[in-house]
């Protein structure tokens, strides 16, 4: 037997349908357009640490004087603009053995990807299914604005919501397996963006012992990586950038500081 549609819902489908395809094709233009004319500068701190290991110099100094220049196109100092751990550096010594141009699209590819990514798993976790429901999200994450930004400046949010997102999911489950790997998840995105690294008390106060286990694992494996590849002075020398630059941002107003990705 046949199912009947209601006419008014085969309209409000149609609709969104082409309000999609109309918000899709809107933020793809500009995520091309990005990829193409715009120095996405966050992204060039990031693939200019990487570059600066491939040619064994260190990614926190300004390497414009090297034969080849290793610059940002943006810095202006002494240290560079890269402020992470010494081991998200290495991560992208492959992408930086590409030229520029060509890293930058591929990174924007990515960035969409992990946006994508992110929400399917939402979805799931909230149990939205319906067509509907699906469409009407589909154009509000493509009419978001500060996505334009993440875009036109190459920031690694992207990736990070991705991994936080399925670290959420693993950790809702029953599998200690999945918790565990939850932990870990956590602990790889606080690699990136050390604002993570504040779910460590919820843990513990929710008593999510088999994610607090992956978590402090996957901060020993993290460490012990980073050593092994990098080298302890890296790690010292980061941890001096890093406070040398608390310092720095507390003597100055936030528009003196220089542009960190």
């Known amino acids: 037997m046949n199912q009947r549609h209601d006419p008014r ?24 357009r990005f990829s193409r004319e715009s120095l996405q500068m966050d992204f060039s701190a990031f693939y200019t640490a990487g570059e600066a290991l491939n040619y064994g110099l260190s990614p926190y100094q300004n390497n414009i004087t090297h034969v080849p220049p290793i610059w940002d196109g943006v810095d202006v100092f ?8 010494p081991l998200v550096a290495t991560l ?36 939205q299914n319906r067509l509907e429901e699906i469409l009407v999200v589909g154009v509000f994450v493509s009419l978001f604005h500060p996505l334009l930004t993440l875009l036109e400046r190459g920031q690694i949010d992207a990736f990070t919501l991705a991994l936080i997102m399925l670290a959420i999911k693993w950790g809702t489950e029953e599998h200690n397996h999945r918790q565990m790997a939850s932990g ?3 602990c790889l995105a606080g690699l990136f963006k050390l604002h993570a690294l504040l779910v460590f008390p919820f843990l513990i106060v929710s008593r ?15 460490l012990g990586v980073s050593v092994g590849v ?23 107003s936030p528009g003196e500081v220089p542009g960190v990705p």
């Open 78 to 85: 002494q240290h560079s603009r890269f402020l992470y751990p």
């Open 208 to 222: 999510r012992w088999k994610t607090i286990l992956g978590f402090i694992a996957g901060g020993i494996l993290l």
């Open 92 to 127: 992208f010594q492959p992408i930086a053995m590409l030229p520029y141009p060509v890293a930058k699209f591929l990174w924007t590819l990515f960035s969409l990807g992990c946006v994508g990514f992110a929400l399917v798993i939402t979805m799931k976790m909230l149990r």
């Open 9 to 32: 819902q085969v309209v409000v489908r149609v609709i969104f349908i082409v309000l999609l395809l109309v918000a899709a094709g809107r933020l793809l233009g500009f995520a091309l």
């Open 230 to 252: 990098n080298g302890l002075p890296s790690l010292l020398d980061y941890t001096l950038v890093s406070a040398n630059f608390a310092c720095y941002r507390q003597r100055k």
């Open 184 to 186: 870990m998840l956590w």
